[in-house]
Each structure stands twice: as structure tokens, then as C-alpha cells.
């Protein structure tokens, strides 16, 4: 069983739908909890990052954490025809980055 | 906009031949690393560096070998290219401090095509 489970989609929607983009996991022990956007023929940026269970809102997006479901979600209100890009979750268990674990990535279409 | 280089962007380069991806950062990050992604796959981590004259091997075995002389430069190289290592190659760096507000920076990838 991988560490880290993403749909890759691909996922399309219209403009201005609510999009929530899951990763499930299966390592307990996972503390950071990020979210990075890749645009086509780009290198990931992040986006999110979070700690722990609970929400964090920043403009459109929001980033869940369930711990004791082990799931994670990223949110996008009022979606744009800019927000058409690969989504990436990735984890660790500290701080520290050599670590981190990445989902596949879930392919997102938004169409004008 | 990250300041993180790699250079070339695209390599189509025939069996046997040595080639080295260039990496360059200008935000004085101590911790560099590279990481490999094919289509619908995940991110490997191939190598990473904390400082100069430091270097690990990531979680995915790779033929490729890196250096750190300065710190702004991570070059990745592989002695005698081969059809399995066609991927894109990403090169990316952190602050030295390990707390969550130090992100991944990541350049725009090489895109490796071995004939």
C-alpha cells in the first residue's frame, strides 16, 4: 500500500464551481501537511501548508485535515480558468523536507 | 517567482553519452535536492544536499551522482545516459531551518529524452 494515495483525475470543471481536490494516507505518524500547484511545463510552488487537524483558509482555497481519517483535502471556491493545473499533496512526519512523501497529483481542468 | 534555475529545459541526447543538468539558486538556501518525475507518477527523491560538501541519496536509487562546491549550485550528472533514465528532473531547495515555514522552491524541471 503506498504511503500516500491521489486520484489522479483528470478532474474538469466550469468556471466558478467548487472544486475539492482528497489524498488519503496511511502513515499516522504524518505531521505537515502541504499542498503544490503545477502549472504545465513548470516546477511545483506551494500553495497550502498546515499542521495538524483542522482548516486553513487563504483567499479561495482551503486546506482540511482529518487525522483520524486520514485524509486531506484542498478546496477552491469561485474556481478560474487559471487555476487549470496539476495539484500535488505531499506530507511528512517533521519539519525538514527530505522526507516529504507526494501524492501522484490530480490533473484540474477549469473551462471559461 | 522562485530563483531556483535548471538549465537545459529540454535534452534529447543519444545512449552511452555523459550529461549534466545544471541547478542554481540565488536565495542563499543551505538545503538543495533532486527529485524525478515521470507522467502520473510521484515525485522520487533522487539526491539531496545540506550544505557544501554534503550529499545523501534519496529514497529512489538513482545511477546519477551530485556534487555541492557552493552552495547556490547542485549540478546532477550521469556518466552514460540510457533509455531508463528519460524523465523530467526537478531541482529544488529549502532554508537550512527545519520548522514548516521553510517550503520546497522548485525550478521548472529538465526534460530528459535518451535515444
Known amino acids: 500500500q503506498k504511503e500516500v494515495e491521489q486520484d489522479p483525475g483528470p478532474l474538469s470543471v466550469p468556471e466558478g464551481a467548487i472544486v475539492s481536490l482528497n489524498c488519503t494516507y496511511s502513515n499516522s505518524a504524518f505531521q505537515y501537511f502541504m499542498w503544490y500547484r503545477q502549472y504545465s511545463r513548470k516546477g511545483p510552488e506551494l500553495l497550502m501548508y498546515t499542521y495538524s487537524s483542522g482548516n486553513k483558509e487563504d483567499g479561495r482555497f482551503t486546506a482540511q485535515v482529518d487525522k483520524s481519517s486520514k485524509y486531506i483535502s484542498l478546496f477552491i471556491r469561485d474556481s478560474q480558468p487559471s487555476d487549470s493545473a496539476t495539484y500535488l499533496c505531499?506530507?511528512?512526519?517533521?519539519?525538514?523536507?527530505?522526507?516529504?512523501?507526494f501524492g501522484k497529483g490530480t490533473k484540474l481542468t477549469v473551462n471559461p | 517567482e522562485a530563483d531556483i534555475y535548471q538549465t537545459p529545459r529540454y535534452l534529447v541526447i543519444g545512449t552511452g553519452k555523459k550529461i549534466t543538468l545544471e541547478c542554481s539558486q540565488t536565495?542563499?538556501?543551505?538545503?538543495m535536492y533532486w527529485y524525478q518525475q515521470d507522467p502520473g507518477m510521484e515525485l522520487h527523491l533522487i539526491h539531496y544536499?545540506?550544505?557544501?560538501?554534503?550529499?545523501e541519496k534519496g529514497d529512489l536509487s538513482s545511477e546519477s551522482t551530485v556534487s555541492r562546491i557552493r552552495t547556490e549550485h547542485f549540478p546532477l550528472t550521469l556518466e552514460s545516459a540510457r533509455p531508463s533514465h528519460t524523465s523530467q528532473y526537478l531541482c529544488a531547495s529549502s532554508d537550512r531551518d527545519s520548522s514548516y515555514n521553510s517550503p520546497l522552491h522548485f525550478g521548472n524541471g529538465t526534460r530528459l529524452t535518451v535515444t
Open positions: 505531499a506530507m511528512e512526519v517533521r519539519g525538514g523536507s527530505e522526507k516529504l512523501v
Open positions: 536565495m542563499g538556501h543551505d538545503k
Open positions: 544536499s545540506y550544505g557544501v560538501n554534503s550529499t
